[in-house]
């Protein structure tokens, strides 16, 4: 086993998880490095867990905790000690202090995670199981997931997130979902609960938990399907939206790569990044909506389909584009025909990165025509028809043509 680096040696900084069981879980070296920490950061749980170890300086967690990241680092190079919960690495701060500290000057003793705990306890297969974290982030993160049949395992905040998944399951149709309660995992108050969703009525929950759901779907049931081009009525809107065989073929050309930002311009009722952002959980968008009432309502529809985190800009472009995050990716579905707006896009796209905007009326597919005859790019016009009554039978009843102009800045 070797002893604990030098402190003028690479590695000064060493984060250990500790579960509920605290010292016992420890293996030899975890202990011997706490004892030998000059400065041990951690929660108040996690310093109560680890007390009979602790000799150096302890330091609480503060609000907010970039200052004690910044405490933390006042230390470089003497032996600290950041206590975790479970893996460190998995939604903890071990990731975040990594945005601060190189691997090489850390060294990292992970214990079990909840998850991982919670997938053993039940027998789930952890490969097979959608985990995620809510604590401290929105509970309508978890709406995605919800497809009939599928097994998720989410960490909460507090006492009240089992409630909160249940009261979500029922709004959204899913009430007849199991929902398993694991609490204080890997201690002595360690207990298991079990009910419907629609039944819950669990009491003195300990704050410490993860909801374990096997989600079972009632008539009606809110599914967000995974492919592109979404149904229409899942959307609120006022009849501003890129219709659903549109947006499919939209999010096509738009072409999400990980980690991508999104404008989209003119957002209406934010279909379109609401779904880029669906693609992936890396994915990010910024919508831009001159109208209240409509920024509103993409806020609302993002919630709605579990990407909260989109970021609604109220304002009209292009002035509202100032000082935003440089876009991968900028979709220009309503406003594109104003005057410099389509300029300011272009000047602030990446360099390859790649525009799509879509016309409608004469004036913006006459904007897009000289674009295209300046820029190149590509440009495609697409027809939809829908069958419709006509009298005692059926006929195609076309929709407005949307003429797409396609373009990478070069």
């Known amino acids: 086993m070797s002893d604990l680096p030098p402190a003028d040696g690479p590695r000064w900084l060493t984060i250990i998880g500790i579960g509920e069981d605290g010292p016992a879980g420890l293996g030899e070296e975890a202990r011997r490095l706490i004892a030998r920490a000059s400065a041990v950061f951690g929660g108040a749980r996690h310093h109560a867990l680890a007390a009979s170890l602790i000799t150096g300086e302890k330091f609480s967690w503060q609000s907010p905790f970039e200052r004690s990241v910044d405490a933390v680092l006042e230390r470089r190079g003497t032996p600290v000690v950041v206590l975790a919960s479970g893996d460190p690495f998995l939604y903890g701060v071990g990731a975040t202090l990594s945005r601060h500290v190189a691997a090489g000057e850390m060294h990292t003793i992970p214990a079990p ?9 039940l027998g789930w297969p952890l490969q097979d199981v959608a ?19 599928r097994r998720i395992i989410a960490l909460t905040s507090d006492e009240k997130g089992p409630s909160a998944l249940a009261a979500l399951l029922i709004a959204a149709g899913f009430g007849q979902s199991k929902l398993t309660v694991l609490e204080a995992l890997g201690g002595d108050r360690e207990r298991q609960r079990r009910t419907a969703a629609a039944d819950f009525d669990l009491t003195n929950i300990d704050p410490l938990n993860v909801c374990a759901l096997q989600i079972a779907a009632g008539e009606g049931a809110r599914i967000l399907p995974l492919a592109s081009g979404l149904e229409d009525g899942l959307f609120e809107h006022d009849g501003q939206i890129t219709k659903r065989e549109i947006r499919a073929m939209t999010l096509s050309a738009l072409a999400p790569r990980h980690g991508e930002l999104l404008w989209d311009i003119g957002a209406g009722s934010g279909s379109i990044g609401i779904e880029w952002m669906l693609a992936d959980p890396s994915l990010k968008t910024i919508a831009i909506e001159q109208s209240p009432e409509r920024a509103a ?8 389909f579990g990407v909260p985190h989109l970021a609604v800009i109220e304002g009209a472009a292009p002035a509202a584009l100032a000082g935003l995050p440089q876009p991968d990716t900028i979709f220009l579905g309503g406003g594109g025909s104003e005057p410099g707006v389509i300029d300011a896009a272009i000047a602030a796209l990446k360099q390859g990165g790649r525009l799509v905007a879509n016309a409608v009326t004469l004036e913006m597919e006459a ?12 440009l495609t016009r697409i027809e939809i028809s829908r069958a419709a009554p006509v009298g005692s039978m059926s006929g195609w009843r076309p929709a407005m043509p949307v003429t797409q102009w396609r373009w990478t800045k070069g």
């Open 131 to 149: 985990t995620i974290s809510l604590h401290g982030r929105p509970i309508d993160l978890i709406r995605p997931h919800l497809h009939p049949g």
């Open 297 to 304: 309502r993409i806020a609302r529809n993002a919630s709605a």
């Open 367 to 378: 904007v897009l025509l000289l674009e295209h005859a300046k820029r190149g790019g590509s």
């Open 113 to 121: 995670s909840a998850f991982s705990l919670a997938a053993s306890r």
